[in-house]
């Protein structure tokens, strides 16, 4: 089992850019997909993207294209969620998680069934 742990949330302006980053530790994490949810206050979990553990194919919410940009580095064992031109509604506490999988299946990321997940960091957009 992987643990994760994320940082890097905060209040920022609309328009402005923040960078969440999630460390992993545990099970070797050069062999899970990753990727980001959020959920917003009063509202339900959502997928917001996922990336292979090659770094080779990523997904995103329609929401979220062109704005954000996952990444990863296996040496560092963390995943990085590059937010720019944020939103209000981007507020939200951004969960990262793990699925046991060299490829993002996205059956699985689409329902939240995946292997592990972090405790969450809280994303503020101030308008």
């Known amino acids: 089992q992987v643990q994760l742990v994320e940082s890097g949330g905060g209040l920022v302006q609309a328009g402005g850019s923040l960078r969440l980053s999630c460390t992993a530790s545990g099970r070797t994490f050069g062999s899970y997909a990753m990727g980001w949810f959020r959920q917003a206050p009063g509202k339900e979990r959502e997928f917001v993207t996922a990336?292979?553990?090659?770094?080779?194919?990523?997904y995103y919410a329609d929401s979220v294209k062109g704005r954000f940009t996952i990444s990863r580095d296996n040496v560092k064992n963390t995943v990085y969620l590059q937010m720019n031109s944020l939103k209000p509604e981007d507020t939200a506490v951004y969960y990262c998680a793990a699925d046991d999988r060299i490829r993002v299946d996205r059956s699985r990321w689409s329902r939240g069934a995946l292997d592990a997940w972090g405790q969450g960091t809280l994303v503020t957009v101030s308008s």
């Open positions: 990336i292979s553990w090659s770094g080779g194919t990523t």
